[in-house]
């Protein structure tokens, strides 16, 4: 349009679209073995998936408090990483548990929903999962439940090591999963109080992982 009425055309017309979330999103590049102390060493998670959260997207402001998620794993554990904006404190700015949640695409096992109270009812908040992970962002507490039949959760032994600093990580043992090699794993997290929902991370995107 521009060229027909002989005007120069825009810089930022001539630009690819989509070119900063190319830049600023992407898949694990290889195996991580990050130390979990809270301080998110920059090689540790240097071939990590990353996905931008924060203004980075204009997404709403009750995620804003989360900049950016960082994902990936070995042999051993599956890693996360939240990292918050600077200031930000648990159960003041953000909630003050975190919710992990994951399911199993195209195997056949049991999957309840996310057991959280006032959950919106629209994806991916009404997907049904077979295993959670909660975490109590004050107190380190965690506790690890699978879905079991009529849509039930059983509670879980879990290892998981957690630690809160600088940004927060999160490593989750395959061990505890007891699921076969090669299964494909697609993991949402949500934020919540005493229960109640209060949002999720990423917005409109599920993490994609897979088992060794």
Known sequence: IYQALNEPVPPSLVQPVEIHEVQTDHQPQSFIHPVINGI???QDWDKAGRIE??????????????????????????????????????????????HLLWFYPDRTMHNSPAPLAEL???APLNYWFHHHLGINLLTGATWF?????????????NRAQIAIDQCLEVAVPWADLQVEPDYPLRLTLFLADNGIYRSYVPENALVPLQVP
């Open 53 to 98: 959260i924060g203004g980075a997207r204009g997404t709403m402001h009750q995620s804003s408090t989360i900049q950016r998620l960082w994902y990936g794993d070995d042999h051993l554990n599956v890693y996360l990483r939240l990292d918050f904006k600077s200031g930000v404190q648990v159960g003041r700015d953000i909630p003050a548990e975190l």
């Open 120 to 122: 919106p009812d629209e």
């Open 40 to 42: 998110g060493d920059e």
């Open 145 to 157: 439940e699978e879905a079991v039949e009529h849509f039930q959760w059983h509670p879980r032994s």
